[in-house]
Nanobody, 124 residues
Framework: QVQLVESGGGLVQPGGSLRLSCAASGSIFSINVMGWYRQAPGKERELVATITSGGRTNYADSVKGRVTISRDNAENTVYLTMDSLKPEDTAVYYC??????????????????WGQGTQVTVSS
């Protein structure tokens, strides 16, 4: 089994900053892409940013220039640093990872894993 545990959400004023963290644990051989998605009330879940194991990044247009995704491959952890936050950034932020995990039989299988979500609220 693989678990993703997020932390770092909270309430911040417009223009402020937050750093989210997501640590993967369990029977992991390797992790390919890790990313962050968000879902605002009444809206569909949307991509925020992704990063490959080699460090290639991809950002949603709505956050480019304000958000940086990074990862520590040795710690199976991905980070999302958000600056110049806006009220429209308010959402539940979810961590996602494409994990190649070890099964109880000792073989490998690719699974798409999600964290439980962390609330980010941008408000004065």
């Amino acid at each position: 089994q693989v678990q993703l545990v997020e932390s770092g959400g909270g309430l911040v004023q417009p223009g402020g900053s937050l750093r989210l963290s997501c640590a993967a644990s369990g029977s992991i051989f390797s992790i390919n892409v890790m990313g962050w998605y968000r879902q605002a009330p009444g809206k569909e879940r949307e991509l925020v940013a992704t990063i490959t194991s080699g460090g290639r990044t991809n950002y949603a247009d709505s956050v480019k220039g304000r958000v940086t995704i990074s990862r520590d491959n040795a710690e199976n952890t991905v980070y999302l640093t958000m600056d110049s936050l806006k009220p429209e950034d308010t959402a539940v932020y979810y961590c996602n990872a494409d994990v190649y995990m070890r099964t109880p039989a000792g073989t490998g299988i690719s699974v798409d894993c999600w964290g439980q979500g962390t609330q980010v609220t941008v408000s004065s």
